[in-house]
């Protein structure tokens, strides 16, 4: 019996032992915080690191451009049934969403110095009058930046006017264009050499990507501000 007595300190003293054994063993040890026990509620998933995104620019461009540059995105029609597309300086100029496209040639014009959107409209070049497109690039002012994008027929009521006014924009193609081609340019009053901006596609039935239709065309780019614009 008067041995209960160190018995019982004997095993208070043991368990007190195995109690912070077992804290410290959960706990990490001392100064390391709660790595184990966080590990019982961290899942895998979480544990993993996420990959970071690719960062996207203006207009969705993979890079910045450079000073004294506007970024522009554009994408023509695809056959008759997705419009086309104008973007510059992160601002949707045209598109179905602003319900601003149509059949024929979507035409934005741009003030080449400040970037800011003058006019934008759409001319029906199957059934319409190139007589409105023709009073609306005519009287262009020196330095305007002119935007085109093709959807489903952007040639047949061309005339040889027409071709010649997109010829001196800067235009390689214009006097070509032909019925349901695609095409995408930016060019610009009083330019003196070709555009690098222009692409285009003729409607062929042999390579259409799309039954009567041509591929649709996508160009990016970063265009230098103009000096001078009305």
Known sequence: MRLAGPFRIVALVITVGLTWIIV???LGGPGSGFPRIQQLFTSPESSVTAEPRARKYKCGLPQPCPEEHLAFRMVSGAANVIGPKICLEDKMLMSSVKDNVGRGLNIALVNGVSGELIEARAFDMWAGDVNDLLKFIRPLHEGTLVFVAS???PATKMNEETRKLFSELGSRTA?????RDSWVFVGAKGVQNKSP????????KHTNKYEGWPEALE????I??????S
Do not use: W
Not at 219 to 222: K, P, Y
């Open 24 to 26: 410290s063993i959960l």
């Open 151 to 153: 959807y489903d027929d």
């Open 175 to 179: 006097k070509e264009l032909a019925f």
């Open 197 to 204: 901006f222009e692409q285009h596609v003729k409607n062929s």
């Open 219 to 222: 160009m990016e780019g970063c």
């Open 224 to 229: 230098p501000r103009r000096s001078t614009a």
